[in-house]
């Protein structure tokens, strides 16, 4: 995807959002570093581009505290993080990219309170790679890999600088 592309999308218009910071590697690569219009202190995102303006990898972390946990999840971590997915890996492209931020918008914590038009397909319905992402996003499992023909997704809860987070890291470069 190309890094002019992403900033016509639906998803940086709506989470309003905008370069905080933009710096050359030594790599050739340029550092490219996103903030949303609220919940900053939750959110990070990151992108890595080319001289051509192609995303060769994207990350997004997210607070744990802010995402919840299997009894109670918050919309907004849910959105950003199926949104993210959505956009950087072109959902419409790949079916199991499409099952897994479906199931990621469809998941809830054990208390709470959803009311459906239409009631989710049960997980254990959705294809192993989305129980693994959902998994992962809830924290009941530390990471998931999904390698496809032209990315690499992986969801890795992890810690640092004694901060528990979840990274969702999207990488071309393979």
Not at 22 to 39: I, P, Q, Y
Not at 124 to 141: D, M, S
Request: charged share 25%; hydrophobic share 40%.
């Amino acid at each position: 995807m190309n890094y002019r592309d992403l900033q016509e999308t639906e998803f940086i218009s709506f989470f309003g959002i905008h370069e905080a910071e933009k710096t050359e590697n030594a790599n050739r690569l340029t550092r490219v570093v996103l903030k949303t219009g609220g919940f900053q202190e939750f959110i990070h995102l990151e992108l890595k581009i080319d001289r051509s303006n192609e995303i060769k990898q994207a990350v997004l972390e997210i607070d744990r505290s802010w995402i919840g946990n299997e009894l109670s999840l918050n919309p907004f971590a849910k959105d950003i993080c199926k949104s993210y997915i959505d956009v950087i890996c072109r959902s419409e492209s790949n079916p199991i990219i499409n099952d897994m931020i479906i199931g990621l918008f469809e998941i809830t914590g054990k208390n709470d309170n959803v009311l459906y038009v239409h009631p989710p397909k049960p997980i254990n319905e959705h294809l192993p790679e989305t129980r693994a992402a959902v998994k992962v996003f809830i924290g009941l499992e530390p990471s998931m890999d999904l390698t496809l023909d032209q990315l690499k997704l992986s969801m890795t809860n992890m810690n640092i600088a004694n901060k528990d987070i979840l990274r969702v890291l999207v990488d071309f470069s393979s």
